[in-house]
Every structure is written in structure tokens, then in C-alpha cells.
């Protein structure tokens, strides 16, 4: 009965006070005692307050409050309270040691072990801001966030009670079984699970590393976005993208806008500015114009292509192959080459280059069928024209000498070409020149099997294995169709110029 004549006595107006306020829907913004072991009124100075011990429980609208002991203000409206603090309203609970509660501003100051929860997650700091008006929470010199298996920290963080968001700023970080992530700010839905982060970010999964500006992911769906000076570190594997997508659950990502893609085990590069990658066979698509870089012994060969492809041998054969198709174009200071198509295999170290392939060596032009470059040691060692090899070497403003066989095959020295043995139905025809570097004439001959020698990049002497049939024409007794052999095509326009052209085609 004591407490029921309390109760009633702090709902009547007091002197120098006002009639309880209410709100525009008529809830009221008076806090009301429930219950308390103890009551008793108190004055300190100019503050007169009800102070409550034991079991108390006191309610402010729909907000319940708990506590050992509280001093109720009624000038203003005002709570502290102290010992197995509870605050709950509707679906949130909150707890702490110590409780500062304005109900006019409907603010909750939680002090000591807070902790917040809603059914969704479970929020822990040493200082909790509680509005339960607009039923936000937040805390400002640190705390964490758990929901299931996924734990965040910040310094700063607040949580919409409503939306189920929570925004974290300061040092955050995340740790979840599948994956650890530090950033600067980030914003996370508790439903949803998904995650999206602004400023420096760290992505730490099982096999790789990511940092990124901003982006987001999806711990449900296991699907991530990330966006500009993204990288993605996978010893020896590494990437830069402005856009990066990725389906993990599949295994399956995609660069959107400029990326560049680094392999340092095999010194190889690829960029493009539109990108696929499988994880399976550490399968890697480039288009728009695409740039392979494969840095070489004191070189590096450049190649552009409409579409560069790479994977491994299988699943359990870590060796790497290439693809490259079509309007292949490929550079090195000491030989280059077009082409529709190539493959090339760490397995063997061969370029292998189809339709209409073309390479050239300073001004040697080798071109065929087929043509299979090898490389020795990060250097060009030998190369095969297979059918219809046809071997140009501009010998002055109007004369080519030139070799043509079945098949054909080339051998370097420090990446310049030193021989070439001809295979079948050879042809050659070798402008000589007189003491005076004057033209005299051209010989022609046929022998199953020839060897040029070439010295200072330019042939020095031609040896046929076989007894050739040979005529020597003098110039001014030569046909004009005399001046070629069959099938002779100079495709000197084909020729990649420079690297800087090779750089500004993959613009």
C-alpha cells in the first residue's frame, strides 16, 4: 500500500513543477515507478529527487527499466540509476552497470559492461548511447558487434535498431570464419549479412589478400564487390583491377574497367580492361584490348591480341599455358611477330603461331603455315616454319633475297638469329654485287636441302647440301617476274614498329 501511495504521490504535480507532458499520441513522458524494496524522498541543494532501492522497476512509455537502486528527478525527468541495470523496449534489451536515462530527450547513457541485443545481434561496450525514441544505439570510444559466428570491433559504431544496420567507424574489424577484414568505416545489416566498406580496406581470406577503397560483400550469398586501386595478393599471383566482382562460391570473379594481372613465379603479366577468372585451372580471360608482358633475359616480349587466355594444365598440373586470338601482334627488341592465333606452354617454352603467322628478325622476314618458336632460358633458341616456309631479307631499295622450302628451321645466339637449314624443295634467289657493292646479277637455285648463314643480321653465305641447279641471270637480263620467287609476300606493314605502338594499341 506504501508503494501504491508512492507511486500515486509522484504522479501529482508538484510545487514549481508541471503537469506530466504528453506526447501527440498521447503516450506519457513522466517515468513511472513500478516497484522499489525502498522509497524514499531526498533533497541535495536546490534537486529534489525519489530515491529507490532494491528490486526497483520503473517504466517511461513503452521503455522498462530495471535496477538495484535510482534517483528519479522529476524537475527533469531524469534517471540514475545503478547495480543489474535493464533497459527494454520492444525487442531490445539493454544492460549495463551504470544507468543515465533523460526521458525527455529519451536518451539512455549505459555505463559499465554495457551490453545491447535485439534478437539479431549482441552489442558489447563499456559506454552504450541508447535513443529510444528513434531506437538507435551507439558507442564512441569502442565496442564490438556479434552476430552467429561474425564478430566486429570498432572505436565508434551505431546501430539502427529498425533497419537492422550498424555502421562502424575507427579501426574496425571483422572476424568470421571464412574471411578477416580491416577498414576504416563500414556499414552491416544483420539480415542480410552483407557488409559494405569505404576507405583503406584489408580482406584477409584462406589463400589471398585483398585491398580495396570501398566495396561490399555478401556473407550469405558469398558474392563481393570492390572498387577503384583494388588488389588482390595470391602468391606468387597478384592484381590490380578498378572494378573487381567475385562469386566465391563458384569460384568465379571479373574485372570491369583497367586491370593487370602478375604472375612473378613465371614473370608474366596481363592486362585488360575487362577480365574473367575461374578458379578451377586458375583460369584467367583478358579482353578489350589485352597486353601480355612476358619479361624475358634483357628483354621483354610485348604481345596484344582481341583476347588473351590462361590456365593451368588441369587441376592437379600447375604448369601454365596461353592463348592469344585474334590480330596477334608480339614485339621484342631482337624479332617480332603477327599472326591470328597462338599457344604457348611453360611446358615445352614454345610460342606456337597459326594463320598466316609472320616473324621477323631485324629485317629478315620468316613466315609459313605454322610457326613454333622455342625459348631456352628466358631467350629465343629455335624456331620450326612448318610448310610453305618462305625466308625475305631486303638486300637493297629494289631486291630481296629469298629462300623458300617445305619446312624451315632457325637457330639463335643471344637472341639473334645466326642460321636457317631449309628441308625440302628449297628455292633460293641471292642478288651478287661486284667489288664496287654494284648489283651484277641474281642466282637462282633449287636443292632439296640449304643452309644460310647469316652474320651482322644479313646472310653471309648460302651451302646446298645437295648439288643445287643453279642460274646466274645478269641484272639487265632479268625478267621483270624473275626479280621474286613464287608465293613472295613482303609484309613489312604487318611489322610491329616499336613498344611504345605495342603499349598504345592495349590504351
Known amino acids: 500500500m506504501f508503494l501504491s501511495v508512492s507511486s500515486f504521490a509522484q504522479s501529482q504535480p508538484t510545487p514549481n513543477s508541471t503537469p506530466a507532458d504528453t506526447s501527440n499520441s498521447g503516450e506519457k513522458k513522466e517515468v513511472e515507478i513500478l516497484r522499489s524494496d525502498m522509497l524514499r524522498f531526498t533533497e541535495e541543494g536546490d534537486k529534489k529527487y525519489t530515491k529507490l532501492v532494491g528490486n526497483v522497476e520503473l517504466k517511461q512509455g513503452g521503455v522498462l527499466m530495471w535496477c538495484d537502486s535510482a534517483n528519479v528527478d522529476k524537475a527533469t525527468n531524469s534517471v540514475d540509476a545503478w547495480g543489474r541495470v535493464h ?15 533523460d526521458s525527455q530527450k529519451k536518451l539512455a547513457f549505459l555505463q559499465g559492461n554495457a551490453k545491447l541485443t ?77 557488409s559494405t566498406f569505404f576507405g583503406n580496406t584489408e580482406i584477409f581470406n584462406k589463400n589471398s589478400t585483398i585491398y580495396c577503397n570501398n566495396g561490399w560483400y555478401d556473407s550469405k550469398k558469398d558474392v563481393s564487390s570492390f572498387g577503384k586501386n583494388t588488389v588482390v595478393v595470391n602468391p606468387p599471383q597478384k592484381m590490380w583491377a578498378d572494378s573487381l566482382y567475385y562469386e566465391r562460391f563458384r569460384g568465379f570473379g571479373k574485372a ?31 579482353t578489350v584490348r589485352p597486353l601480355l608482358i612476358y ?45 591470328d592465333s597462338l599457344f604457348y606452354s611453360f611446358e615445352d ?71 636457317l637449314d631449309v628441308k625440302g624443295n628449297g628455292e633460293s634467289l641471292y642478288f651478287g654485287k661486284d667489288d664496287k657493292n654494284k648489283y651484277i646479277g641474281a642466282n637462282k637455285a633449287v636443292s632439296t636441302n640449304i643452309a644460310i648463314y647469316f652474320k651482322d643480321k644479313k646472310i653471309e653465305k648460302i651451302a646446298f647440301l645437295k648439288k643445287p641447279e643453279a642460274v646466274f641471270t645478269p641484272i639487265k637480263m632479268l625478267a621483270k617476274d624473275a626479280f621474286t620467287l613464287k608465293d613472295f609476300n613482303w609484309q613489312i606493314d604487318r611489322k610491329p614498329k616499336n613498344k611504345e605502338e605495342m603499349f598504345k594499341l592495349a590504351e
Not at 87 to 101: C, E, G, M, P, R
Not at 156 to 184: C, E, M, T, W
Not at 310 to 331: G, I, L, Q
Open 87 to 101: 533497459i527494454n523496449q520492444d525487442t531490445v534489451n539493454a544492460y549495463s552497470n551504470v544507468l543515465k536515462y
Open 118 to 194: 535485439d534478437s539479431k545481434m549482441i552489442l558489447y561496450t563499456d559506454e552504450l548511447f541508447y535513443d529510444t525514441k528513434e531506437k538507435v544505439s551507439y558507442y564512441l570510444s569502442g565496442g564490438r558487434v556479434i552476430k552467429d559466428s561474425t564478430v566486429i570491433t570498432s572505436q565508434r559504431g551505431h546501430y539502427y535498431n529498425l533497419l537492422h544496420d550498424a555502421y562502424f567507424q575507427g579501426n574496425v574489424k571483422i572476424k568470421d570464419p571464412n574471411y578477416k577484414l580491416n577498414s576504416d568505416t563500414l556499414k552491416y545489416n544483420v539480415d542480410t549479412k552483407i
Open 256 to 286: 570491369i574497367g583497367a586491370f593487370k594481372w602478375v604472375d612473378s613465379s613465371m614473370a608474366v603479366e596481363i592486362h585488360g580492361h575487362y577480365g574473367e577468372y575461374i578458379d578451377a585451372r586458375q583460369y584467367i580471360m583478358a
Open 295 to 339: 619479361k624475358m633475359d634483357k628483354d621483354s616480349l610485348l604481345l596484344v591480341s582481341d583476347t588473351l587466355k590462361s590456365m593451368t594444365k588441369s587441376e592437379t598440373d600447375t604448369t601454365r599455358n596461353f592463348f592469344a586470338y585474334h590480330k596477334v601482334r608480339m614485339f621484342m627488341k631482337d624479332m617480332q611477330g603477327v599472326c
Open 349 to 419: 617454352s614454345t610460342f606456337r603461331m597459326y594463320y598466316k603467322p609472320v616473324i621477323w628478325t631485324s629485317d629478315v622476314q620468316m613466315s609459313g603455315d605454322t610457326i613454333y618458336l622455342h625459348t631456352k632460358n628466358q631467350k629465343a633458341d629455335n624456331f620450326t616454319i612448318y610448310k610453305s616456309g618462305f625466308i625475305v631479307s631486303p638486300s637493297g631499295p629494289k631486291y630481296f633475297d629469298q629462300i623458300k622450302g617445305t619446312n624451315i628451321f632457325g637457330y639463335f645466339k643471344n637472341n639473334e638469329l645466326y642460321k
